[in-house]
């Protein structure tokens, strides 16, 4: 793994610091004096970049060994990066492709239709998780302990991924809305395809960290 110096700077970090960035802006700082300010963990930050730079998931056993507010956090900014920042997006970029076709376009219209379809889902996804498990692993680690809740196996099974709806949405566009013919169109493709990535990472942490992480405290 790679290691940050004090003159570090982010680069194609962005990737995983906007989640932490105020109002979506990333003041031009190194690396280490903005994961101090943020207190964020580097090390943390570096296993998850890695993971974006090498198109795999995350190495778990390395994650395994931060604590389990730092691996919580992550997952809360990231849910608040979706729905403030990736989602939004993709809506400003999803008009502009309305804008260059015609408004009644039954192309248009069905993409619209499947993508607020989308919006839906992860945002009652999100706040589903945020409101139960979540707030429940909360209490864990703050050690009040919920007698006769085993919640992390329950969320383990019912735990449902939102990724092949985006990959549904970009084969949609490529074949009926070519990316070469117009830069919004590539760039609604391109943020699909980052949003893509960006679940896999979370919905692997997740599943694969800090799951297991809860059931073991809920053993203890």
Request: hydrophobic share 40%.
């Amino acid at each position: 793994m790679r290691h940050l110096d004090e003159f570090s700077m982010y680069g194609n970090r962005r990737v995983v610091l906007n989640r932490y960035a105020f109002h979506g802006e990333l003041k031009e700082q190194p690396i280490l004096s903005f994961c101090q300010e943020q207190g964020i963990a580097p090390d943390f930050l570096e296993i998850i970049w890695e993971a974006f730079q090498q198109d795999s998931t995350p190495d778990e056993h390395l994650l395994m060994k931060f604590d389990l507010d730092i691996i919580l956090a992550y997952l809360k900014k990231t849910h608040h990066y979706y729905k403030d920042r990736l989602i939004p997006e993709l809506e400003m970029t999803l008009h502009n492709i309305s804008l260059e076709h015609a408004v009644d376009h039954i192309i248009i219209s069905e993409l619209s239709s499947t993508f607020y379809a989308y919006k839906k889902d992860l945002i009652a996804h999100i706040e589903e998780e945020e409101n139960g498990f979540f707030r429940y692993a909360e209490q864990i680690i703050q050690d009040k302990f919920m007698i006769g809740m085993d919640l992390a196996s329950q969320f383990s099974l019912d735990h449902v991924h939102e990724e092949d709806a985006i990959e549904e949405m970009i084969r949609f566009v490529k074949k009926y809305l070519p990316v070469s013919d117009r830069l919004s169109q590539r760039i609604f493709v391109s943020k699909l395809q980052l949003l893509r990535r960006d679940l896999l990472i979370h919905a692997f942490v997740e599943d694969n960290v800090f799951v297991p992480r809860v059931l073991e405290l809920e053993l203890k």
